[in-house]
């Protein structure tokens, strides 16, 4: 396990099983390994004291070697229509975001993966700001443990996240083991609990990471599909050279074999005049085939200097009508969080940037969430 800065091991970065092996290396029965799990994800500790059932003598051991290291808060900002999204620093500068939607019946956490993306989608904002790192299991889980504090609830209590999906900066399967990790975490039932049906990871489609996930921790699966044939599609992502979309076709009906849902999720960013036209809609229908799937049209969410417009809503209705009419669920995702730019592809880029946007956000907090 990686150390620390400080020298010390990060408990958040552990499995219930890992942390069940680092109990037993430090001569400590199993069972405690579970009672401070517990404690962490299900209670929200963040400090070995509020531990009331471990003693005293493991508390001040755990303390010289272990912590629980969460992320700092920089900034909360609350939309108008009660999306919540955190600025959160992992150390050295490194920000993330994680964005809390609340709708009717559930809450959906967005997570990140990485600290801005190698992958250079070109209609992405991550993806023009550069790869600086992957986060460690512990800082992707902690999103979710952080999002439950702020939100003022513990899991144990009725959950109010009801949904994750791995849609923030990043591409998950590109920090593979330490998304996984965190996923196990939050499947756990004496953590987060969440169901895998409810746990999504979008990729834009890096198949070797399908195929392990299939096997090492099987979630919902969302690809961002966003063109319908090759050309259009390298343009845009260029990771598609290295994996075109008859070979990503056949990855999503191999993953579909083991997947907690029986449809993949093919999300479409619509782009102006780029892939947008009702020929390229026809066109999607023959590349999934018979693929049990859905699909997700998504307006484009303009960034400074992006070089791509939304296509009209006129368009995308049209778009909707001949996917539907093939028999496809085809929707449309709201955007939410406008006035906080906490819309797809937007995350951090603008924290820097001083838009009037900026200026109305209500920065609730500047603390140190450890010291709580
Ligand atoms: N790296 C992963 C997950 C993070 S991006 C992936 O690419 O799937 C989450 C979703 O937001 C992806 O579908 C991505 O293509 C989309 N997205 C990125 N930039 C966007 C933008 N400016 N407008 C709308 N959607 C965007
Ligand atoms: Fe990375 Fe996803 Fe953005 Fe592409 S769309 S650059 S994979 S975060």
């Not at 955190?86 to 939607?101: A, D, F, P, Q």
């Not at 399908?210 to 319908?228: E, F, Q, T, Y």
């Amino acid at each position: 396990m990686k150390e620390l800065k400080s020298g010390k091991v990060n408990l958040l970065d552990y499995t219930l099983n890992g942390l069940e092996e680092f109990f037993i290396q430090i001569g400590e029965p199993k069972f405690r390994a579970k009672q401070v799990f517990r404690w962490i994800h299900l209670n929200g500790a963040s400090t070995f004291e509020v531990m009331s059932d471990v003693s005293k003598t493991l508390k001040a051991k755990l303390s010289e070697i272990a912590e629980i290291r969460v992320p700092q808060l920089i900034s909360e900002h609350i939309a108008s229509d009660g999306v919540v999204k955190w600025i959160l620093e992992v150390g050295e500068g490194n920000k993330i975001e994680t964005v809390y939607i609340p709708e009717n019946e559930r809450g959906t956490l967005c997570i990140s993966s990485q600290v801005g993306c190698a992958l250079e989608c070109q209609f992405c904002s991550t993806g023009r700001q550069g790869f600086n790192r992957n986060l460690t299991a512990g800082e992707v889980v902690s999103q979710l443990w952080w999002a439950n504090q702020s939100l003022g609830h513990t899991p144990k209590e009725e959950k109010i996240i009801t949904n994750v999906v791995m849609m923030g900066m990043g591409e998950p399967l590109a920090n593979y083991d330490n998304v996984v990790t965190a996923m196990k975490i939050m499947l756990d039932d004496n953590a987060y609990n969440l169901s895998k049906r409810k746990l999504t990871l979008s990729t834009s489609g890096m198949i070797p990471g399908i195929d392990r996930l299939k096997n090492d921790c099987p979630v919902s699966l969302a690809v961002s599909l966003h063109a319908s044939n090759d050309e259009v599609r390298s343009e845009i992502i260029p990771l598609n050279k290295k994996y075109p979309i008859k070979e990503l076709m056949a990855a999503c009906s191999r993953y579909l074999s083991a997947s907690p849902r029986d449809f993949i999720t093919f999300e479409y960013v619509m782009l102006q005049n780029v892939n947008d036209k009702l020929q390229h809609a026809r066109e999607l229908i023959k590349i999934v085939g018979n693929m049990p799937c859905k699909f997700n049209l998504i307006p484009f969410n303009p960034f400074p200097n992006a070089g791509f417009e939304s296509s009209s809503r006129d368009q995308i209705l049209q778009f909707q009508k001949i996917l539907r009419n093939a028999g496809f669920i085809t929707t449309i995702r709201k955007t939410r969080g406008e006035d906080i730019d906490a819309a797809c592809g937007q995350l951090v880029g603008k924290v820097n940037d001083k838009t009037k946007r900026q200026e109305k956000w209500r920065t609730i907090a500047i603390q140190q969430v450890s010291s709580k």
